[in-house]
C-alpha cells in the first residue's frame, strides 16, 4: 500500500489554528495541536512562508502569523505551498508489449487524471481559509 501525504490537511490545520488564534501561535503550540513533530510543523511552516502565507520569527520565542487575511488565501495556495501530490497517480510498471490495455492506458488515463486534477483544483480555489475558519466555529 503507497504511503499517503498529509502535509496538505496539516498545513490547513496549522493555518486555521494561526488564522484563528487570538495569540501568536508558536511551532511547539502548533505542534501540539497537530500531534505531530515541531521540526516537521517547522518544515511546513517554511513552505507555507516561502509562500508568502504566514510570517514566522525564529528563535526560543518564535511565532508565526499570517501573511494575508483569511478571505485572501485560498486552500488552492496552501495546496501548491507545500507541493502537495496530485490527488491520483499514474502506476509505474513497465508496458507489456503482448497487452493492449498495458500498452495504451497510460495515456488513456492521464487525460482523466488531468481532468480530475484540474477539477480539484478549482474545487479549492473557491474555498477560502476563512470559510474553513468559519465552518470551525
Keep these: 500500500m503507497a504511503a499517503v501525504n498529509t502535509q496538505f490537511s496539516i ?5 486555521v489554528c494561526i488564522g484563528s488564534a487570538e495569540k501568536d501561535m508558536t511551532s511547539a503550540a502548533l505542534a501540539s495541536s497537530v500531534n505531530a513533530y ?5 518544515r511546513i511552516l517554511s ?3 516561502k509562500a508568502g502565507l504566514v510570517q514566522t520569527s525564529t528563535g526560543k ?9 483569511p478571505k485572501d488565501i485560498t486552500l488552492l495556495d ?5 507541493e502537495a501530490p496530485k490527488a491520483f497517480a499514474i502506476h509505474k510498471y513497465p508496458e507489456q508489449k503482448i497487452c493492449e490495455v ?3 492506458i497510460k495515456e488513456c488515463m492521464e487525460k482523466v487524471l488531468d481532468k480530475t486534477q484540474k477539477a480539484m ?8 481559509l476563512a470559510d ?3 465552518d470551525m466555529k
Design 11 to 15: 498545513a490547513i490545520h496549522i493555518m
Design 47 to 49: 513552505k507555507l512562508s
Design 78 to 82: 496552501i495546496y501548491r505551498a507545500v
Design 61 to 69: 520565542s518564535g511565532f508565526s502569523t499570517l501573511g494575508k487575511k
Design 132 to 134: 474553513v475558519i468559519k
Design 121 to 128: 483544483e478549482d474545487s479549492l480555489k473557491k474555498t477560502t
Design 38 to 42: 515541531p521540526s516537521f510543523v517547522r
Design 102 to 104: 498495458s500498452c495504451g
